[in-house]
């Protein structure tokens, strides 16, 4: 890191899971090498069901509600919110929203 | 989706979180609260703390102003986010967590017993008999039984759980007082855990005047460990430390002492001091007790008393015991560059607590991990509240722990609990100061211990200091600390 070393015994757990943590995001947009499995570049996992929270656990606090661009997400695979997985796990989450505009109530929170 | 985020992200300020900014060795750590991590901050970590300690700035009013100091913009952008990441500042407001509760279900790991509530000394300050005094011994047997004692042994090893090791620490009164109940409880105690497949260790305190070759063979044969009251030299111990008829007891535990010294090498002796209006020569006591008597450690405390009480340490008083504990303190990170260990054991406790990073739900183990067991039977929150109706949590020999008062008095004391400490850095370490104290100084056990905030955070930025040097100038020296 640049601007901070950790020094006593909790500092080095929490440092080695920011490194463990930022690593997970570059082997999603690099390519895999030779004898590498390449996984898509994404917000999410695509097999991660659930719901991108702030730091508190609630929803309040991202950058735009998650509501605004739910089939952006849902369908699209676009940002900045994680939502259920369309294709395996959560194929029936938006059956009851024709339109979200109207009917955004009609989508639940899914539960792993 | 991003042209309508970045207009309002950019509104949102960085403002730093809570820590403790220390320097030591010529270098800026920050101390963070409530997790206890410690990190040294590099040119980008200070210059964006120092910032930020100014007032809050959007991140545009970061990047020029820290670009006018010659940082690389990358370079700024990469740090914010680390710094975010470590928790050191924070995009917009955050919640400050406090720690997480242990289950109320906690396995205990260490009884106190009280095998008796007698004492041959009458030491002026002693919180079992002087003025202060919480507990109430009329009606209750003088010495512990057999009966009770395998009864506390028992609990202990099915309160403890999954737990591969227990400890057993025989305490007083005067504990050789019932020497031959502490003897046939280790017995006890050994064949039990065995049967139980646990590794059972066992501690003494005593105050040295009974002590025999005798006594002290089967200490060093068992590989029981030794804590020491005496308070210095001959003039100083006998100021408070002093047998019913006011004779001092110095002469009579010195020659013990170091008899004890010399043939028992099996596990650790400490000397244990308690400071008092009279007694607060710092490094007067710790040089006799290690270089006149031979104790390789030295602990202090200040005695728990009322503000009114004579032997009570007063302000002025307190001064001259942290200047010395000062003075001290720095002759221990002498020796830590040196790589040699320092007896001065009140820094070797902290900065062991700081090197873990300790975030600490409670102040102590009281309770929780360890509990107390009076003559009678009765379980207690710890030794100091034996034969208290305060703190009192089941009989041994009557349905074991009372696991309803338990978890009430866990409920009622975590750091959550105690909103004073809510604004205060020290509490990770501190976690609101001793049951027992609050209880004499505040009339209840769940009050902070306000009237010595001020000390704990001066030795707590002591210590983090002397840390910060250690680690950065003989680093090596702080693994004894990582188990």
């Given at each position: ?38 996984y898509p570049?994404g917000?999410t996992l695509n097999f991660t069901p659930g ?26 695979c676009?940002?900045?919110?994680q939502?259920p997985d369309h294709l395996n796990n959560a194929v ?20 792993p | ?483």
């Amino acid at each position: 890191m640049n601007s901070l070393r950790a020094i006593n015994v909790k500092a080095k757990k929490a440092e080695k899971n920011m490194l463990s943590a930022a690593q997970d995001v570059q082997a999603l947009q690099k390519k895999g090498g030779e004898g590498k499995i390449y996984y898509p570049m994404g917000c999410t996992l695509n097999f991660t069901p659930g719901w991108e929270v702030d730091s508190s656990g609630g929803t309040a606090g991202l950058c735009q509600p998650v509501e605004r661009d739910l089939f952006d997400c849902y369908l699209g695979c676009g940002w900045p919110a994680q939502v259920p997985d369309h294709l395996n796990n959560a194929v029936e989450w938006t059956d009851k929203c024709a339109s979200a505009a109207k009917d955004w109530r009609n989508v639940d929170i899914v539960f792993p | 989706m991003s042209a309508v985020a970045e207009p309002i992200a950019s509104l949102v300020p960085y403002r730093l979180r809570e820590f403790h900014s220390f320097e030591s060795a010529g270098e800026q750590f920050v101390y963070l609260v409530p997790s206890g991590s410690i990190f040294a901050l590099d040119a980008p970590g200070r210059a964006i703390v120092r910032e930020l300690s100014a007032n809050v700035c959007t991140k545009q009013e970061l990047i020029e102003n820290l670009a006018r100091q010659g940082f690389r913009v990358s370079l700024i952008e990469m740090s914010l986010a680390e710094l975010e990441e470590s928790e050191v500042i924070s995009f917009g407001d955050y919640v400050a967590q406090q720690p997480h509760l242990p289950d109320s279900s906690f396995p205990l790991q260490r009884i106190v017993l009280n095998v008796t509530n007698q004492c041959n000394l009458a030491c002026g300050y002693c919180y079992e008999y002087s003025d202060d005094k919480i507990s109430n011994t009329t009606g209750k047997p003088k010495y512990m039984n057999h009966q009770v004692a395998e009864s506390a042994i028992d609990m202990l090893i099915q309160e403890s759980a999954q737990r591969p090791s227990v400890h057993v620490t025989f305490f007083g009164g005067e504990t050789l007082l019932n020497f031959p109940l502490m003897r046939s409880s280790v017995d006890y105690a050994r064949q039990k855990c065995a049967a139980a497949g646990k590794k059972v260790e066992f501690s003494l305190t005593t105050n040295a005047t009974l002590l025999t070759e005798e006594i002290v063979d089967f200490l060093s044969e068992h590989q029981i460990g030794v804590t020491v009251s005496i308070d210095g030299d001959r003039e100083l111990n006998d100021k408070m430390r002093v047998f019913h008829d006011g004779r001092g007891s110095y002469d009579i535990i010195v020659p013990k002492v170091r008899m004890l010294l010399k043939r028992h090498r099996t596990n650790s002796i400490g000397a244990r001091v308690t400071l008092s209006s009279g007694v607060s020569h710092v490094r007067r006591i710790y040089e006799h007790l290690t270089q006149e008597v031979g104790f390789d450690s030295v602990g202090f405390s200040p005695a728990t008393a009322s503000p009114d009480r004579l032997y009570s340490i007063g302000p002025q008083t307190m001064g001259n015991v942290l200047e010395g504990f000062e003075e001290l303190a720095w002759q221990y990170r002498d020796f830590a560059l040196e790589g040699r260990q320092h007896g001065f054991t009140n820094v070797t406790d902290t900065l062991k607590e700081l090197h873990t990073g300790v975030s600490k739900a409670y102040p102590c183990g009281a309770g929780l991990g360890l509990l107390g067991v009076g003559t009678n039977g009765d379980v207690s929150l710890c030794h100091r509240f034996v034969d208290s109706p305060v703190g009192k949590m089941g009989n041994v020999q009557n349905g074991g722990v009372d696991h309803a008062a338990r978890t009430d008095f866990l409920n009622t004391h975590h750091i959550g609990a105690r909103y004073d400490c809510h604004t205060c850095w020290a509490r990770p370490t501190c976690a609101g100061g001793c049951y027992h104290e609050a209880f004499i100084h505040h009339g209840q056990t769940s009050a902070a211990n306000l009237h010595y905030c001020d000390w704990i955070r001066g030795w707590s930025d002591l210590c983090l200091r002397i840390y910060g040097e250690i680690a950065v100038r003989n680093p090596s020296f702080l693994t004894r600390f990582d188990s």
